[in-house]
């Protein structure tokens, strides 16, 4: 039988030993590369030196690292990846039937392990490299709380220790998130918090603040440059965690290989890039070399829509301004999506990777509201049987859409998106939709005006 | 390469043709069979007759069929089955290098489906059968809410109401379960209600009471008998709940014998016996029919031990009294485990079946601490990665233990054991135990004394 001819199984699991060896970076297969990190004090390219106080040596090396094309993942890793991993290629018979589309869907889940999403894919890779180093633990930031829990996993599993500054707001309105990590053996600090410089200064200043993403990362780096045998880690923006998750595009990319699919169309959610930049690596690869075209489509929220109305240029990464400046799509280091918006993805810049390719035309990308987003996240639960995470229903939303414009045309196109986690820490968010009190916000161009005014003045 | 030199994967999963084709019925095999339900009005065996009012046609047969083996699973079933089955059949080589045990320890993992457990493989088939009758819809109750869930997820995707009794305290205490069941299109209405005149009752008579499960069941199949066009559904307990769960058993033997694996021991946890009854099935098949033994021990909570301190008797099913009367291991139906206790397996009775083969000798009991079971939870979640649901952690508890005896005996004892689902909505519970404030709970002899003193008088 020819692979065409396979009836193709409602999952697609990976064999053990067919399970990716290397992660795939696709800055080797880009002619331009992403603009390097900037040292906010020599305004100059970042070395591995000024990087060494805050990261760890390997992941330094793989951050600064534009050329090498398959970096091999250490056996202890892969050890840890057969826990949980393969995550399933789903072909969405039920969500197609549903439909009533000619277009064959899939989409790779990686919400099936505790920490709820794809987080972990890098978290393993980051504690791993922390441990070999011979540190004593790491430091991080954490919003919604899925990269907190993936890294506290990581950390329990290798036997190494795992700071966590949790948003505030956050922290109180998600305290099973805080208890999931708790089970891990992490410590969780809300933040601001009294522990570090910018906390206070923070708290000093704003006395009521329920905390930002933004602030959490500078607290987390201060912590990590102040303790002895700490660094600071990071689940989201990097190259090496865009390296790190490509894992989930190998394995989508070996499981349609299998059966002869190729997709016409990549979709996923951004909030900093880590979930679309793996999920889109290897199909990337083959457009930047001219071997495949794919459509590729970023989807974010309408509420912090950095690709569709920001713009490309160098900007901080954290709120207290001391980590390297990146060049990016961005809203301005002091832009905070509103509280209405309930779904995640709310840091204001985009990973350098995505945001070059983005801007040289390899993808596109759209926002959607939020209102709209669990509408697709119902149909999705009750067709395909999975309760999705905010953030992933965005791609979701998109992926209908894109299913119900083939309805109208006929056309029957392979459409493969990223379902990156499940939601059953986000029930408030549904039950504000149930209860009919979800609003839609998109923030004005005044707002978003002032806010990229703010840019560093090297622009 | 023979069976036995095959590498063993960290996940077994059969391929969509390796799926069990058809359930396998127990009772077909037991010589002694389980005593027959009996209607409390004429005090004789029930008929289909008697309970047409409460139950769909097709289950009826299922319920009162002790000679059928194999009963054909039916292709929309099958179908379903494919979007969240086969689960892993997991070999947890990660918790058998923390414990430094030569016994070699499986779990099958039902928790990789949005309800979270096992509880989706009955609730699947039972709104089968209810839409095939053409009924409108299903009662039941819930008390974690694992099961309304399950029955909520099945009744959106066959496109039948589903009306969910949950027992208040669970209701109050578990927001997020109840926002799930909402997202899949159920009405979830606390127990004790104004809705039915038992729910009226149990108000009257006392106002502040939290609820029951036994309260619950009474409420919902009122509900049912009372309202055209519904059936009443149950989760647990009934014949026809451990022929459709004989499903994790079937996977769980089909991967062994890929590679040729036979267990020495299985353990599952048992609250009504819906999962451990699924997890042996096969086993104990053979076992009965001489082939080959097998060690076969249940666990239960000690705040509830209706295996090891109850008795074999006719006894009522629901506080309410409506259901029909089943022999079981029982500690009465006013017995109400304590509020102390958090780890689900609350049920008063036990599954008919399980109590016929316990009570014959062809498996064993043991009842264990809730803190203890916790401990085993939190050292299972840091080395294999998953967040075990508390019920799931007696089984957990109890294969740890026996791994370690293996550690000190040197035997290499195969463990077969049944991880039911996760504990995303048990964080609670886990909270309680991290903050030190977990107690455990042991019934005095004169508590059950007196619940076990309240048995119909026909015994």
Redesign the interface.
């Given at each position: 039988m020819s692979k065409e001819e396979k009836v193709i199984?409602?999952?697609i699991?990976l064999?053990?030993d067919e399970m990716p060896k290397t992660w795939y970076n696709v800055r080797a297969d880009m002619k331009d590369k992403p603009a390097p990190l900037v040292n906010p004090a020599t305004m100059k390219p970042v070395t591995e030196a000024d990087l060494a106080p805050v990261f760890c040596e390997d992941l330094i090396k793989q951050e600064l690292d534009d050329d090498t094309r398959f970096v091999e993942i250490p056996a202890e890793i892969k050890e840890f990846y057969?826990?949980?991993r393969p995550s399933p290629l789903v072909r969405a018979y039920?969500l197609e039937k549903k439909l009533g589309t000619p277009a064959k869907i899939y989409y790779k889940f990686e919400g099936?392990?505790?920490s709820?999403s794809h987080k972990?894919n890098s978290a393993i890779a980051q504690a791993y490299y922390a441990k070999k180093q011979g540190l004593k633990g790491v430091t991080t930031e954490t919003g919604a709380g899925q990269w907190g829990t993936a890294l506290s996993?990581a950390c329990?599993?290798l036997g190494i220790d795992c700071k966590v500054f949790m948003v505030k707001c956050s922290y109180e309105q998600k305290?099973?998130r805080r208890?999931?990590m708790?089970?891990?053996?992490a410590s969780v600090t809300p933040s601001p918090s009294m522990e570090t410089e910018i906390g206070k200064k923070m708290l000093a200043e704003f006395p009521g603040t329920t905390g930002s993403l933004g602030c959490a990362i500078s607290e987390a780096v201060e912590k990590a440059v102040t303790t002895p045998g700490y660094r600071y880690v990071l689940g989201s923006v990097l190259n090496q965690v865009l390296l790190h998750q490509s894992v989930i595009g190998l394995e989508a990319k070996a499981a349609l290989d299998k059966y002869g699919v190729k997709p016409d169309m990549i979709i996923g959610c951004a909030g900093g890039g880590s979930n679309l930049g793996g999920l889109i690596a290897p199909f990337m690869g083959e457009k930047l070399r001219g071997e495949k075209d794919y459509e590729i489509i970023a989807v974010e929220p309408a509420s912090c829509p950095s690709f569709t109305r920001g713009v490309y240029a160098y900007d901080f990464c954290d709120t207290g301004k001391i980590c390297p400046l990146s060049k990016m799509y961005t809203l301005g280091s002091n832009f905070i999506p509103s509280a209405i918006h309930a779904g995640g993805l709310r840091y204001h810049g985009m990973s350098p990777i995505l945001s070059k390719l983005y801007d040289d035309g390899y993808m596109k990308a759209v926002a959607v509201p939020q209102t709209e987003v669990f509408e697709a996240a119902?149909t999705f639960?009750?067709?395909?049987?999975?309760?999705p995470a905010p953030e992933s229903s965005h791609a979701i939303k998109v992926a209908i859409d894109e299913a119900l414009k083939c309805k109208e045309t006929g056309e029957e196109k392979t459409i493969l998106f990223g379902l990156t986690g499940?939601g059953?820490?986000d029930?408030f968010a549904?039950?504000r939709f149930?209860d009919g009190k979800m609003e839609d916000y998109v923030p004005s161009d005044e707002e978003l005006a002032k806010s990229i005014s703010e840019l560093p003045k090297m622009n």
């Amino acid at each position: 039988m020819s692979k065409e001819e396979k009836v193709i199984p409602y999952k697609i699991y990976l064999e053990e030993d067919e399970m990716p060896k290397t992660w795939y970076n696709v800055r080797a297969d880009m002619k331009d590369k992403p603009a390097p990190l900037v040292n906010p004090a020599t305004m100059k390219p970042v070395t591995e030196a000024d990087l060494a106080p805050v990261f760890c040596e390997d992941l330094i090396k793989q951050e600064l690292d534009d050329d090498t094309r398959f970096v091999e993942i250490p056996a202890e890793i892969k050890e840890f990846y057969k826990m949980y991993r393969p995550s399933p290629l789903v072909r969405a018979y039920c969500l197609e039937k549903k439909l009533g589309t000619p277009a064959k869907i899939y989409y790779k889940f990686e919400g099936n392990n505790t920490s709820g999403s794809h987080k972990l894919n890098s978290a393993i890779a980051q504690a791993y490299y922390a441990k070999k180093q011979g540190l004593k633990g790491v430091t991080t930031e954490t919003g919604a709380g899925q990269w907190g829990t993936a890294l506290s996993m990581a950390c329990a599993y290798l036997g190494i220790d795992c700071k966590v500054f949790m948003v505030k707001c956050s922290y109180e309105q998600k305290p099973f998130r805080r208890e999931v990590m708790r089970t891990y053996g992490a410590s969780v600090t809300p933040s601001p918090s009294m522990e570090t410089e910018i906390g206070k200064k923070m708290l000093a200043e704003f006395p009521g603040t329920t905390g930002s993403l933004g602030c959490a990362i500078s607290e987390a780096v201060e912590k990590a440059v102040t303790t002895p045998g700490y660094r600071y880690v990071l689940g989201s923006v990097l190259n090496q965690v865009l390296l790190h998750q490509s894992v989930i595009g190998l394995e989508a990319k070996a499981a349609l290989d299998k059966y002869g699919v190729k997709p016409d169309m990549i979709i996923g959610c951004a909030g900093g890039g880590s979930n679309l930049g793996g999920l889109i690596a290897p199909f990337m690869g083959e457009k930047l070399r001219g071997e495949k075209d794919y459509e590729i489509i970023a989807v974010e929220p309408a509420s912090c829509p950095s690709f569709t109305r920001g713009v490309y240029a160098y900007d901080f990464c954290d709120t207290g301004k001391i980590c390297p400046l990146s060049k990016m799509y961005t809203l301005g280091s002091n832009f905070i999506p509103s509280a209405i918006h309930a779904g995640g993805l709310r840091y204001h810049g985009m990973s350098p990777i995505l945001s070059k390719l983005y801007d040289d035309g390899y993808m596109k990308a759209v926002a959607v509201p939020q209102t709209e987003v669990f509408e697709a996240a119902e149909t999705f639960a009750r067709t395909e049987g999975i309760l999705p995470a905010p953030e992933s229903s965005h791609a979701i939303k998109v992926a209908i859409d894109e299913a119900l414009k083939c309805k109208e045309t006929g056309e029957e196109k392979t459409i493969l998106f990223g379902l990156t986690g499940t939601g059953y820490f986000d029930m408030f968010a549904y039950e504000r939709f149930h209860d009919g009190k979800m609003e839609d916000y998109v923030p004005s161009d005044e707002e978003l005006a002032k806010s990229i005014s703010e840019l560093p003045k090297m622009n």
